[in-house]
């Protein structure tokens, strides 16, 4: 015998996968919106259950984690561009290796972070807010804007050597 808190998911699955479309087309992605939506609200659904908003309370969840990717990737794109717009390249002369030593030399930067550092970087990185991080590690907001801008200036000094001339 199914649990209610089974048979409310296999029921509102397919709801949430058709709410998906305003989100994406990619069939995948729609399965993983779907799923990290029930995963994160499984604390309190149920709560939810037989509750006549509950398909609007997951709808709000869904667009959340689907804007927080899209702000991770956008991020990522922005630091991706930021990189390489401070790294001097000469289209000539360009190849793999020197590649592998920058990105070898951009990691080996990061990860001399010290653990907590480079956890909160990281964090940003992936497109957390502040709050998110302040929240997740415990520590106050404005700590963690401190040590976000120190790790930035930590890596500026320590990959100066790819700053355009």
Do not use: C
Not at 115 to 137: H, P, Q, R, S, V
């Amino acid at each position: 015998m199914k649990t209610a808190l089974e048979t409310t998911i296999l029921e509102n699955s397919p709801i949430l996968k058709r709410l998906a479309n305003n989100f994406t087309t990619d069939p995948f992605e729609k399965d993983d919106l779907v799923q990290e939506t029930f995963v994160r609200s499984l604390k309190s659904l149920e709560k939810f259950i037989n509750h006549p908003k509950l398909v609007s309370w997951l709808y709000v969840i869904m667009k959340n984690i689907y804007l927080n990717r899209y702000r991770r990737e956008a991020i990522h794109r922005v630091a991706e561009k930021e990189i390489s717009s401070n790294m001097q390249y000469n289209v000539n002369s360009y190849n793999s290796a020197e590649s592998k030593f920058v990105i070898s030399d951009i990691q080996n930067s990061i990860n001399s972070l010290s653990d907590e550092n480079y956890k909160i970087f990281n964090m940003y990185l992936e497109g957390f807010k502040y709050y998110e991080i302040a929240e997740y590690m415990n520590i106050k907001e404005g700590t963690i804007k401190t040590r976000i801008h120190t790790a930035r200036k930590i890596l500026k000094k320590k990959l100066q050597v790819y700053k355009p001339k």
